[in-house]
């Protein structure tokens, strides 16, 4: 089982940027691909984007796409997600996964195996 810590969530107004980073810890993070889901109040949880574990390939929902970008170190222990252009909409829980099989089956069923306990984001106009 991998511990995921994420740090890196606050305030910023909308149109400025946020960096958050997952750091992962554990004998079974071996071959992990990472992402990231967040949730707002009174609505479900959604997917925000995720990353292989060799990093070349990334994925992104609609919402995000052209705003965030994900990213993993060279060590594979920490994927950060750059979040510019911030809209209100932004404003949710963010939650680092990670997960060693299928990327794509994980991105849609959301069965991710590892989940983080979230960092908040909060974007006000």
């Known amino acids: 089982q991998e511990n995921l810590i994420e740090s890196g969530g606050g305030l910023a107004q909308a149109g400025g940027s946020l960096r958050l980073s997952c750091v992962a810890s554990g004998r079974a993070f071996g071959n992990s691909a990472m992402g990231w889901f967040r949730q707002a109040p009174g609505k479900k949880r959604e997917f925000v984007a995720a990353i292989s574990w060799s990093g070349d390939t990334t994925y992104y929902s609609d919402s995000v796409k052209g705003r965030f970008t994900i990213s993993r170190d060279g060590t594979r222990t920490t994927v950060r997600l750059q979040m510019n252009s911030l809209k209100p909409a932004d404003t949710a829980t963010y939650y680092c996964?990670?997960?060693?099989?299928?990327?794509?089956?994980?991105?849609?069923?959301?069965?991710?195996?590892?989940w983080g306990q979230g960092t908040q984001v909060t974007v006000f106009p």
């Open positions: 996964v990670a997960d060693p099989g299928d990327l794509v089956v994980a991105i849609t069923s959301g069965r991710f195996r590892s």
